[in-house]
């Protein structure tokens, strides 16, 4: 029933280490086998965003690679996880989240699919309705992206034509 899935960031679809080069800006590393889940979530007809209470820049930029939502500096993700459903007419059963600490509890509570990465925080894991094999930034996003389209029928047809129509 997923029809808009939201990602945390740090620690999530990063390994979550902030670095800053000379210039004082935040370095992120993003792994490219999530951001193919991402893409490939959205073609199949799923709202996809980021949602982070770090400021934008890198995120926004991440974002409009992948063509997907980011919010920014979101101080409440629950509520904006509300929000989304709301303007999309989404129930919440129909929304899964992944988060890996303090911060993602309450929209992991809210979402019908609550997802934690292999090494979230056991806070988010007991909000967890699911963890992955795979830490965050390193494959927990596309295991989740994996998860909801072959949980809906579509992963065996992605593989064998090799892209998302």
């Known amino acids: 029933?997923?029809?808009?899935?939201?990602?945390?960031?740090?620690?999530?679809?990063?390994?979550?280490?902030?670095?800053?080069d000379s210039e004082g800006r935040e370095i992120k590393t993003f792994h490219v086998h999530d951001g193919q889940g991402l893409v490939m979530l959205r073609k199949a007809g799923i709202a996809v965003a980021m949602v982070t209470a770090r400021p934008g820049?890198?995120?926004?930029?991440?974002?409009a690679d992948?063509?997907?939502?980011?919010?920014?500096?979101?101080a409440d993700k629950r509520a904006r996880?509300?929000?989304?459903c709301a303007e999309l007419g989404l129930g919440d059963d129909q929304v899964a989240f992944m988060g890996d600490d303090l911060a993602d509890v309450g929209a992991m509570r809210e979402a019908g699919l609550?997802?934690?990465?292999?090494?979230?925080?056991?806070?988010?894991?007991s909000a967890a309705h699911w963890r992955t094999r795979a830490p965050g930034g390193r494959g927990a996003g596309r295991e989740l992206c994996?998860?909801?389209?072959?949980?809906?029928?579509?992963?065996?047809?992605?593989?064998?034509d090799g892209r998302v129509s």
């Open 57 to 63: 820049g890198i995120v926004e930029r991440r974002a």
């Open 114 to 125: 609550a997802v934690a990465p292999a090494d979230a925080n056991a806070c988010a894991v």
């Open 66 to 74: 992948l063509g997907v939502q980011a919010h920014v500096h979101v």
């Open 146 to 160: 994996d998860l909801i389209l072959h949980a809906q029928g579509r992963l065996a047809t992605i593989h064998a």
């Open 81 to 84: 996880v509300v929000a989304l």
């Open 1 to 20: 029933r997923v029809r808009l899935a939201c990602f945390d960031v740090d620690g999530t679809l990063t390994d979550g280490g902030l670095g800053f």
